[in-house]
């Protein structure tokens, strides 16, 4: 295992919110390097494709420089093992999220007793942001621009 330390933040990001982006720059406060894992995840269905939604993350995330995006089809575990990156964040939102998250962090250690599984609640601010209500809003073209980062709502004008 190495000594710098590196977490994962795993997600579809479908799109990238600026709950992601709060819990991101917080984690970056606590690790050397964060590695943002897109996760493909066909049978979601995401409404972007995996390099728009990777394009919306680096473009969102640039002026971090412990940042690194990659994509991944396979466990999650097995991507730690592969990355020499033992520690995964997650966001809480609220007490909804707590028991989904918490049956994942048992069933990833299960896996690989290696993993630790960090929580992080997101500002209060951003609390009630999801990517899933992002996507409703603009189902019916709403207002969307105050809970995406400026540079991922600027590429999604794009996109659609």
Not at 15 to 21: A, D, E, S, V, Y
Not at 22 to 51: H, N, Q
Not at 75 to 97: H, K, M, P
């Amino acid at each position: 295992m190495s000594s710098i330390k590196r977490a994962i933040y795993p997600g579809t990001f479908d799109p990238i919110t600026k709950g992601h982006l709060d819990i991101i720059r917080r984690a970056c406060k606590m690790f050397d390097e964060i590695i943002i894992a897109v996760a493909i995840s066909e049978t979601k269905r995401p409404r972007f494709t995996l390099e728009q939604r990777i394009e919306m993350i680096r473009a969102s995330t640039d002026n971090l420089p412990k940042i690194t995006v990659v994509s991944f089809s396979s466990l999650l575990v097995d991507l730690a093992q592969e990355l020499d990156a033992y520690i995964i964040v997650r966001g809480l939102r609220a007490i909804s999220d707590f028991e989904y998250e918490l049956q994942m962090g048992y069933a990833n250690s299960s896996l690989n007793s290696d993993i630790e599984t960090i929580y992080l609640m997101p500002n209060l601010d951003h609390a009630f942001i999801s990517s899933s209500m992002v996507r409703s809003i603009m189902h019916f073209d709403g207002k969307i621009d105050h809970l995406l980062p400026p540079q991922a709502h600027k590429l999604i004008k794009e996109y659609i």
